[in-house]
């Protein structure tokens, strides 16, 4: 099982529409969850960081699940300008072990 | 604010030749530096970390090395290239207040032919 899975899509959405990405991560001792963005060959940006209680900025709202090892990112009213990939980031306890998932691809239409 | 310079932005090179890429940090001191692979269509891969000038962790065994010669810059180097070498090379930094995120320069594109 991989450390961080997450769904590859693509993820194909109108404009307008809401959309969200799961991502599960398998070591428990994991302490810090993030949501990064990547757009074509470009560095990857840090979107948002992952709260216990869940946050939101915006038209995005990051939950944890902790009990069930998973993270989400929901975003409404989806842009064009959203399309991009979108890596589920998990950093261990007590080190500096980050790991990046794959990353999702989300294409939103016109 | 802090900024992250990482050069050159492309490279190709032949298999067999050496690699030094460079990775410097402004704005902050005494950073964690990372460096990651990214191969075409796949995910980041860890392959150095640094808390401190001289002080260097591996994660990937492999052809490759790192050096951090002064605070604020991280170096990786190959003495042989591999056509596995090739793929995006990620800098990143994280330290001061945002302790746990990591902010990343705009990468070198790296060919081994």
């Not at chain 1, 993270?71 to 998990?90: E, G, N």
């Not at chain 2, 902050?28 to 970390?49: D, E, H, K, M, V």
């Not at chain 2, 090379?89 to 990591?102: D, I, K, M, P, T």
């Amino acid at each position: 099982r991989k450390e961080v899975e997450q769904d590859p899509g693509p993820f194909n959405v109108p404009e307008g529409a809401t959309v969200a990405f799961n991502c599960t991560y398998s070591n428990s001792a994991s302490q810090s969850f993030f949501w990064y963005r990547q757009d074509c060959r470009k560095e990857p940006k840090l979107l948002m960081s992952v709260y216990s209680s869940g946050n939101e900025d915006g038209r995005f709202t990051a939950q944890l699940n902790r009990a069930s090892q998973y993270i989400s990112l929901l975003i409404r009213d989806s842009k064009l300008s959203d399309s991009a990939t979108y890596l589920c980031v998990v950093k261990w306890t007590g080190g500096f072990k980050t790991i990046f998932g794959a990353g999702t691809r989300l294409f939103v239409k016109a | 604010s802090q900024t992250i310079h990482q050069w050159p932005a492309t490279l190709v090179q032949p298999v067999g030749s050496p690699l030094s890429l460079e990775c410097t940090v402004e704005g902050t001191s005494n950073p964690n530096l990372y460096w990651y692979r990214q191969a075409a269509g796949r995910g980041l891969q860890l392959l150095f970390y640094s808390v401190g000038i001289g002080q260097i962790s591996s994660e990937v065994p492999q052809n490759l090395s790192a050096s951090r010669p002064q605070d604020r810059q991280f170096i990786l180097s190959s003495k042989k290239l591999l056509l596995s070498d090739s793929g995006f090379y990620l800098c990143a930094w994280s330290g001061g207040s945002s302790y746990n995120e990591q902010f990343f320069g705009p990468g070198t594109r790296l060919t081994v032919l």
